[in-house]
């Protein structure tokens, strides 16, 4: 039986990335010895605050905590950021101590470094480590190459501990593509360096036929969006769109906003001034089975990142065959063609009333409705991979290393 060692700072989750998860249970599934060392962050405004502590069937787990997470959550901007990579680099060092702790009395055929904490921490780890022992870095997307094309010197100078955990050797980097183009980033940073990559959109299960509706339709057309609410996801730009879709005169519609996130307070503000309180309705944070409800259930899917769009929730929402609103950034733009697969807009050149109208018009055009929805379908077979699929290419991989 093989033996793989994962070095984490991100916890496992229900109710958003479901990677985080389902990686370690894939190895699980394939017969491996799944070892986890993971460090929570419990900040108060952070990414876990609602979520649970769960662990996984069949894979030892070893957790850990974040140093001062009120402290940092209080802080304020700035300080608070320095904090974070104060507390990092203390997670980075204890993630280390703590494996070569465990090396003691183990031998482990893969040591997996997830994410920049976990991939430095492995990197640390290596003149400890048996030359048969293999390495491979996994990295959930980037944004350092909008970095490098934005000449954003002080963004990457803050990020270099990311940058170096991309340069550091491996027997294997895992990036998802997730429209953010981490390849470009790989490439840049790896300048001549020999490496093995591969670049892998994440996989996203088949749904059922039907599920039970988590809301009485009342109206006549729902929208929704699934995402942490901070200021990058740029829920407020959804909000700006249906007010000017409300000038158009369309009233009975529904707006369900799924997450949780420091931006919430100020979302249900601006909410009440664009004078949408009888059409929005915040979820917050629900399991992923229970996103899935909604989904099967909404006619449109919104997405305005300022980033690439190219989440899990985007594709889930194409495995749906929803009609998805979005911006052309990053990759978005190979899975999404304006008025082909939904509507698309330059996040350079963003017009609510035009968005708001092109939605308007598309809703009365059944021709070009179904044409929209045919073409998502054939999208979803062609482009999307389940995650036992997404996840069985990987395990394959790394167990012929």
């Given at each position: 039986m093989?033996?793989?060692?994962?070095?984490?700072?991100?916890?496992?989750?229900?109710?958003?990335?479901?990677?985080?998860?389902?990686?370690?249970?894939?190895?699980?599934?394939?017969?491996?010895?799944?070892?986890?060392?993971?460090?929570?962050d419990n900040c108060p405004d952070g990414n876990y605050f609602y979520e649970d502590e769960i662990n996984i069937d069949g894979v030892n787990v070893t957790r850990f905590y974040w140093?001062?997470?009120?402290?940092?959550?209080?802080?304020?901007?700035?300080?608070?950021?320095?904090?974070?990579?104060?507390?990092?680099?203390?997670?980075?060092?204890?993630?280390?101590?703590?494996?070569?702790?465990l090396l003691k009395s183990n031998q482990y055929d893969v040591i997996y470094g997830y994410e920049l904490q976990g991939v430095l921490a492995m990197n640390l780890l290596k003149p400890f480590l048996p030359k048969r022992t293999k390495l491979v870095s996994r990295f959930q997307g980037s944004f350092l190459n909008e970095m490098f094309v934005n000449k954003q010197v002080l963004r990457v100078i803050f990020n270099l501990d990311l940058v170096l955990a991309i340069r550091a050797n491996s027997d294997l980097l895992i990036m998802t593509d997730d429209g953010t183009q981490g390849d470009q980033a790989v490439r840049k940073i790896k300048g001549k360096k020999p490496y093995n990559m591969v670049f892998?959109?994440?996989?996203?299960?088949?749904?059922?036929?039907?599920?039970?509706?988590?809301?009485?339709?009342?109206?006549?057309?729902?929208?929704?969006?699934?995402?942490?609410?901070?200021?990058?996801?740029?829920?407020?730009?959804?909000?700006h769109i249906l007010n000017k879709f409300l000038e158009l005169g369309y009233t009975d519609f529904v707006y369900y906003i799924i997450g949780e996130g420091e931006q919430k307070a100020y979302l249900e503000e601006l909410c009440n001034c664009l004078g949408l309180q009888k059409n929005?309705?915040?979820?917050?944070?629900?399991?992923?089975?229970?996103?899935?409800?909604?989904?099967?259930?909404?006619?449109?899917?919104?997405?305005?990142?300022?980033?690439?769009?190219?989440?899990?929730?985007?594709?889930?929402?194409?495995?749906?065959?929803?009609?998805?609103?979005?911006?052309?950034?990053?990759?978005?733009?190979?899975?999404i063609q304006h008025k082909k697969h939904g509507l698309i807009y330059d996040p350079k050149n963003i017009d609510y009333s035009v968005i708001a109208k092109d939605m308007y018009n598309l809703i009365y055009d059944e021709n070009m409705k179904c044409e929209i929805l045919n073409n998502v379908r054939v999208l979803e077979k062609t482009k999307i991979l389940t995650w036992d699929e997404r996840l069985g290419k990987e395990v394959t991989t790394v167990g012929a290393l």
């Open positions: 093989k033996k793989v060692l994962f070095l984490s700072a991100l916890d496992f989750k229900e109710k958003s990335i479901q990677v985080i998860r389902k990686t370690p249970e894939s190895y699980v599934i394939a017969g491996w010895e799944v070892n986890c060392l993971v460090a929570r140093p001062f997470p009120k402290v940092r959550s209080y802080a304020g901007r700035y300080l608070g950021l320095l904090l974070s990579k104060l507390a990092s680099l203390i997670v980075i060092i204890r993630l280390f101590a703590k494996a070569k702790k892998w959109t994440n996989g996203v299960d088949l749904l059922p036929k039907k599920l039970g509706k988590p809301f009485e339709k009342s109206s006549s057309l729902t929208f929704m969006s699934v995402s942490r609410l901070v200021g990058w996801k740029r829920v407020d730009r959804n909000l929005v309705i915040f979820v917050g944070a629900l399991s992923h089975s229970s996103v899935t409800s909604f989904l099967l259930n909404a006619d449109i899917f919104l997405s305005m990142y300022d980033s690439s769009n190219v989440g899990n929730p985007l594709l889930e929402a194409i495995r749906a065959n929803k009609i998805i609103v979005t911006l052309d950034n990053g990759d978005t733009g190979k899975w």
